[in-house]
């Protein structure tokens, strides 16, 4: 059988992403109660409330990729990133992942 597009993107979004997994596992319980006390901190603005939000899971995605390291890496892609003067631990070799992380309230 052929496969459709939304196949292929729907299977792309189920790829692993244990730092991001595990974070919200973690952390997403008190999400409820957060935005709660947000929104009478904030006399019930909701954009401000989601704004800070949207920044408090953004520094809780950013520890988690500082704090993840399992699965563990190759013993050789250790020994070429240390070559290359970079960290041994995953996501840290460009930091392009842990910079980009963001969020928006529209």
């Given at each position: 059988?052929?496969?459709?597009?939304?196949?292929?993107?729907?299977?792309?979004?189920?790829?692993?992403?244990?730092?991001?997994?595990?974070?919200?596992?973690a952390k997403s319980p008190a999400w409820p109660a957060e935005?709660?006390?947000?929104?009478?901190?904030?006399?019930?603005?909701?954009?401000?409330?989601?704004?800070?939000?949207?920044?408090?899971?953004?520094?809780?995605?950013m520890e988690s990729i500082l704090d993840f390291t399992s699965?563990?890496l190759a013993e050789s892609t250790i020994a070429a990133k240390?070559?290359?003067?970079?960290?041994?631990?995953?996501?840290?070799?460009?930091?392009?992942?842990?910079?980009?992380?963001?969020?928006?309230?529209?």
């Open positions: 059988p052929t496969r459709r597009s939304s196949d292929l993107t729907a299977s792309y979004y189920r790829l692993p992403r244990p730092f991001f997994r595990r974070m919200i596992a935005v709660g006390k947000l929104l009478k901190t904030n006399k019930y603005d909701a954009h401000a409330a989601m704004t800070q939000m949207g920044k408090r899971i953004a520094g809780q995605l699965p563990p240390i070559a290359k003067g970079q960290t041994s631990k995953p996501l840290e070799a460009t930091k392009t992942m842990l910079n980009n992380v963001q969020s928006w309230v529209e």
